[in-house]
């Protein structure tokens, strides 16, 4: 049974990345508790000495699976943060029981990220194309963040008639299809169309001479508050939900992301479709997970490298 154990945690963790080692530490913790509790109801009630013999045994193995899961909760939590899970990012401490609450704490996320992590592995390994959320786009990962680029943006407001849509939002203008737009300073022909199925944020880089717009998910997990990032340095994101429409906010980019270097030929499932990796070009993955192929130059000109990926930054300019 001990080596079955081993055996299926040793699976569970390569399936999910190392996303579920919180809630392994987390189950060890509970029921090392639940086995130190019995054994001491069983020692309370044994009537013969072999009896409580073995209630002590109980209470020892339960107090050594707490002691193992506290020690061990450190690393379950590095390694999560490793495999996506978001809340388990710079929560560890020197203290072991610390870091074993905090297991409990970022349960629910190391589920949901263990579940697409497993999806992610099962299709790439089934198709032979880097999906999401696998294995693959986290080996030899350089994770960097965007330079800071500002911007202004507004909420766009969907609602009402399209006459007092169009006065509700600067800058946009309804095209003879009857969807709307903003125009696009750098191909006219091609405005950028707005999507008021979804939360979208127009995006004002020069006032109304350089716009564009931008899916409200990604600017959550891209853009910062301005006046807190130049004072502290804070990262402040702004989720679309929270603003009122038509308000006008500056914001700071800071889209954290992740590359790694591919052979030419490897085939990537973008949100677009099947993308083929080739010479000069390398594998990104944005903020929210989503991989896509775009030349290293690209990288290299829009991003700057976090704290211990500075010599593989350097390498890829080579």
């Not at 154990?5 to 699976?11: D, H």
């Not at 054994?39 to 002590?56: H, L």
């Not at 402040?236 to 006008?248: D, F, H, R, T, V």
């Not at 690209?298 to 300019?317: D, H, Q, S, T, V």
């Amino acid at each position: 049974m001990t080596g079955l154990s081993v055996a299926a945690g040793i699976g569970l963790t390569i399936a999910t990345g190392g996303a579920a080692l919180p809630v392994m530490a987390a189950a060890g913790a509970a029921i090392g508790g639940c086995t130190v509790i019995g054994g001491a109801y069983n020692a309370i009630t044994a009537d013969t000495d072999g009896e409580k013999k073995a209630a002590f045994e109980q209470m020892g193995n339960g107090t050594f699976a707490l002691i193992s899961s506290a020690f061990g909760a450190k690393q379950a939590l590095k390694g999560a943060a490793n495999a996506g899970v978001k809340t388990a990012e710079g929560i560890t401490t020197s203290n072991p029981v610390k870091n074993l609450v905090n297991c409990f704490k970022v349960l629910p996320d190391a589920l949901k990220t263990s579940g697409a992590n497993i999806k992610g592995n099962f299709l790439t390994l089934s198709t032979g194309n880097i999906h999401a959320n696998s294995n693959a786009l986290r080996r030899g990962q350089v994770k960097y963040m965007s330079k800071a680029n500002e911007a202004q943006a507004y909420r766009f407001n969907p609602n009402g008639t399209p006459d007092e849509i169009l006065a509700n939002n600067p800058g946009v203008f309804q095209g003879d299809d009857g969807a709307f737009y903003v125009q696009n300073k750098w191909d006219a022909a091609h405005p950028f169309k707005i999507d008021v199925s979804k939360e979208q944020m127009i995006m004002m880089y020069d006032g109304m001479d350089d716009m564009a717009v931008c899916d409200g998910a990604i600017f959550e997990g891209s853009y910062v508050d301005t006046a807190a990032f130049k004072a502290e340095g804070a990262l402040n994101y702004k989720a679309p939900s929270s603003l009122e429409y038509g308000q006008i906010i500056d914001v700071t980019k800071q889209a954290p992301g992740s590359f790694i270097e591919a052979a030419a030929g490897t085939k990537v499932q973008t949100l677009e479709g099947i993308a083929t990796v080739g010479e000069g070009q390398v594998i990104a993955v944005d903020h929210a997970g989503n991989p896509y192929v775009t030349p290293a130059s690209n990288i290299l000109k829009r991003n700057i490298p976090l704290e211990g990926y500075e010599a593989a930054f350097e390498a890829l300019k080579n």
